[in-house]
């Protein structure tokens, strides 16, 4: 069935470090794949996504990387700062007009220590 | 524009009985998703609505329903509650078809006792 792994389920980082989150899928027709954060108590928020023709996407301090061969995505933070402390969830889905059922990976909680 | 909201924020519910939450999705999205967030199982797809139709559905069993209605908003039904069912529900919104960022509401925290 559909499955999306996620590595690690804990990172601890110094502030100004990078950190790198790692996910695999299963399901070789996915080609939407967003990371989502979400504070403690908070709700989800999509910070970044990327689509399967793309192999990687920038916006500021985050990118993603795409690498379909292999069914290997990544989240990369650069210089972290306190704030960037909460759980990050990796997602993968079909793209399609009718319907998009999001598989989520079950969590990298970031700890960046001032 | 103001994002997606879900009532009730906080709920207790006793074994046996039945649930209601609701979920109004950002203006103008008609895609509405529902998930079931759990320190042990994670985020589980539940249902997607779009149009009033449930067009997908996940591996939860038949206790579980959901619905849509002309305005967007949607609905899910649990019955008779179990234990198991203490979770955060949370219900994301997208605009409709071909666009997929889905926008998460705050969740119902719901207390089976």
């Known amino acids: 069935g559909e499955n999306v792994e996620q590595h690690p389920s804990t990172l601890s980082v110094q502030e100004g470090d990078s950190a790198v989150i790692k996910c695999t899928y299963s399901?070789?027709?996915?080609?939407?794949f967003p990371w989502y954060k979400q504070e403690l108590g908070k709700r989800p928020q999509l910070i970044i996504d990327i689509r399967s023709n793309v192999g990687e996407k920038k916006d500021q301090r985050i990118a993603v990387t795409l690498n379909k061969t292999a069914k290997h995505f990544s989240l990369h933070i650069t210089e972290t700062q306190p704030e960037d402390s909460a759980v990050y969830f990796c997602a993968a889905s079909r793209e399609s007009g009718a319907t998009n059922k999001l598989i989520f990976g079950t969590g990298t909680l970031l700890a960046v220590q001032p | 524009k103001a994002g997606v909201t879900q009532t009730p924020r906080y709920l207790i519910k006793t074994r046996g009985q039945q649930v209601t939450l609701s979920c109004s999705p950002i203006?103008?999205?008609?895609?509405v998703s529902w998930y079931q967030q759990t320190p042990g199982q994670g985020l589980q797809f539940l249902f997607e609505?779009?149009?009033?139709?449930?067009?997908n559905k996940g591996n939860f069993p038949g206790r579980f329903s959901g619905r849509q209605f002309s305005n967007s908003r949607s609905e899910m039904n649990v019955s008779t509650l179990e234990l198991g069912d203490s979770a955060l529900y949370l219900c994301a919104s997208r605009f409709q078809g071909g666009i997929n960022e889905q926008y998460f509401g705050p969740g119902t925290r719901l207390t089976v006792t």
């Open positions: 203006s103008g999205h008609r895609s």
């Open positions: 609505y779009f149009s009033e139709t449930q067009r």
């Open positions: 399901d070789s027709a996915s080609n939407y």
